[in-house]
């Protein structure tokens, strides 16, 4: 997390100077795997943010200086949960750095791999099978998310449906949770509304997966958008058109033109800030704060850096968000730098593992001040014995379309990221299973930990955190299901047993 200060009173939003506040940051653009000269693994990904975080500092003195900022980057902290899971082996403590970003979501490039096979298999079935060994499991699943990638254009090689079947094994079976398509690397840029492109799009509706498209210029951003138009006018699309979500890529690398905020008008649409720089960065939080009405345009931007193929400009853009020219408050920076990334993939981990686990919950008073800590201590201590790993640890966030008010730490330091709320999945290894563990730190000082299927009517679906969004029969059931412990010990030794051991 990033960690700032207030450098003078705000009184507009009751900002006192010298309040310290955390911010969660999500790169919602980010490569891995090798293409070329460009290799990028989960290890250069924290190397390349603590070098972000250096060239930030530097940049931030001279903007200081300037008299440009209110607020001061002074430091880049871990989460307590994802810093015990680093800090617990030692091959996995060499990697404990690069702290600014906190989530990451990593696709592949058009790498050596991405080819359709000589057996017939889909393009990036390989590269694919990559970014699930990196992001489902210990330690860097509690860091990264992984988008897929597919190319349409396999359904010209005589297999009308080999890129939807990828998809499908991708997200059904491998547990990525989103899709990259690049209509100029795989060259159907001009056949952007051609039903071979309609029918992955659509898929990933079904999914209720965000796209991610690779953008260069504003006209295939208003193609990207004629296409979205075209499908929702269309019989065949309509059950699930409505869950489409499409994120645009560099903005178009066109911040300055009127086209971008038409599209961004559209509910289904956002745009991450890879590529920009410069002046570039004003010129789009002001025309976007000016033009996507009635939308917030705030929820309309996702952080991003292009990685590796660019570098320091995500230090320009952090650093505009926290200067005085920002159109906003503290809570639009929340929503742009990471909140609406996770807003898009809003739903814990499951892959197609089989969940076996029947939804019980254990609770107990917080008598101690440490019991989450105990709990966290515990699961650290599952995941390193061999029978189970850790496939994604999901902070809770706030209901769909709101973001509250960014509070200082000494207020409790609350940022619309629930780290006393969250969702651990873990794997089993040798018995093919997963289970959802849900710790919650409740009302009157009660945490509870429940075992929840990953699938099915008594699943947890979301990660936005209300009542009505979860399901009321799933909190019904848990509440039917507890199991009530006085004492903090056997609490923390009952939590295998919630696992089936």
Known sequence: MLVIRA???IPEQSIKKDDLFHLYLVDAHHHMGREKTHRNTPTGSYEFF?????????????????????FEPVDAIPTPFVAKIFSSRDSWS?????????????????????????????SFKISNDKIAGWTTRA???????????????????????????????AILDLGLRGLKLHPLAQLFIDELEDEMVQRVVYRAAELRIPVLFDTRNIRTVTRIHQLVTTMREDPRYQ????????????????????????????PAFTADTSTLHD??????????????????????????TDYSFLS????????????????????????ILGGNTLSLVQKPFNSGLESKALSKQMACPNTSGTLRSQVEDALVQIIHQSEWDLSSVDMMIPPKNTWPRVRSVGDGGYNGIHHDSYIVTLRNKSKGYESHLWIRENPGDVLTVASIRTRGKDSVRTTYYATANIGEEIIRHLTK????????????????KLLGR
């Open 50 to 70: 603590q070098l972000l975080w250096f060239e930030m500092r530097r940049l931030a003195e001279r903007a200081i200086e300037r008299d440009e900022l209110l």
């Open 239 to 266: 059950e699930s058109i409505g869950n489409l979500k499409v994120i645009l890529a560099h903005c178009g690398m066109s911040p300055a033109s009127p086209k971008l905020y038409d599209v961004l008008k559209d």
């Open 7 to 9: 450098i003078e009173d």
């Open 481 to 496: 299901n507890t199991n009530y412990e006085k004492e903090e010990a056997p609490f923390i030794g009952s939590i295998p």
């Open 279 to 304: 002046q570039d960065i004003p010129l789009l939080f002001e025309m976007a704060s000016e033009r996507v009405q009635p939308r917030n345009w705030s929820e309309t931007l996702l952080f991003g």
């Open 312 to 335: 320091v400009q995500g230090a320009e853009f952090i650093l505009q968000a926290l200067s005085r020219d920002f159109p906003g408050d503290l809570s639009d920076v929340q929503r």
């Open 139 to 169: 330690p860097h699943s509690s860091r990264l998310i992984g988008f897929a990638r597919v190319d349409p254009t396999d359904a010209t090689r005589g297999d009308d449906d080999i890129a939807v079947r990828e998809l499908d094994r």
């Open 94 to 122: 060499r990697m404990k750095h690069g702290w600014l970003v906190d989530r990451t979501i990593v696709f592949p490039y058009s790498d050596d791999y991405s080819k359709q096979n000589s057996d017939g298999s889909a």
